[in-house]
């Protein structure tokens, strides 16, 4: 069986390194015959996510509210992103009333901007990431 075949269908959602193509295709070509008609069968069912629709969504639109980290399964910096975008919400509220609530503000809403714009490239990496540790694993 042909593993480029295989490979092109997923490519998109892989590594963009060239290395975790060969190193999955080498797996491909060492299992028998019956165990890459199972991987190519299986492989559908892995629900394996697009970088592009979770960059667009969950990060660049949403990304101020965690949901690209929700998205990914990282709940727990999905949660701290959601509070910290809530903290600078209330903050903003009340910023005219107190100077507190204007630094607050200010400093809340600076970090989730530098966290929002980091996150634009952490987050296709590690899904990308996870794609590939789904495959390999399938392979096993």
Not at 29 to 42: A, H, Y
Not at 48 to 65: D, M, Q, R
Not at 89 to 117: D, K, P, Q, R, V
């Amino acid at each position: 069986m042909d593993f480029n075949n295989v490979l092109f269908s997923v490519q998109d959602k892989l590594p963009k390194d060239g290395i975790s193509a060969m190193t999955l295709k080498e797996k491909f070509e060492s299992l028998s015959e019956s165990k890459q008609q199972e991987v190519v069968s299986n492989l559908p069912m892995l629900g394996l996510k697009s970088p592009a629709l979770v960059f667009w969504v969950g990060t660049f639109l949403f990304g101020a509210f965690g949901v690209g980290r929700f998205m990914i399964g990282d709940m727990t910096l999905g949660c701290v992103r959601l509070g910290l975008s809530l903290v600078g919400f209330i903050c903003g509220l009340f910023m005219l009333e107190s100077t507190f609530f204007a630094i607050c503000y200010f400093i809340f809403g600076f970090a989730n901007w530098i966290w929002w714009i980091v996150d634009m490239f952490l987050v296709g990496k590690k899904l990308r990431k996870q794609n590939f540790d789904k495959i390999f694993n399938l392979m096993q």
